[in-house]
């Protein structure tokens, strides 16, 4: 149950990954937009801090496993 909750979480992280970097590439053209962008990346930094608190945790369970 760990490993599949691993497997889909590093999924989810990767997309989430790809996705902000092609909004970047898509907004780094207009100066407005890309402020924008940034604000928005602020405004869900917290959310990304927490899955990445989660996503370590399940790897010290691994690794202690």
């Not at 909750?5 to 590439?25: G, I």
């Not at 053209?29 to 990445?52: A, T, V």
Request: net charge positive; glycine share 4%.
């Amino acid at each position: 149950l760990e490993l599949a909750l691993k497997d889909a979480l590093d999924e989810f992280s990767k997309s989430v990954d790809e996705l902000l970097m092609q909004l970047v590439n898509l907004y780094q053209k207009s100066s407005k937009k890309l402020r924008e962008l940034k604000q928005l990346f602020k405004d869900i930094k917290g959310s990304l801090k927490c899955l990445g608190r989660v996503l370590s945790r399940l790897n010290q369970l691994e690794l202690a496993g």
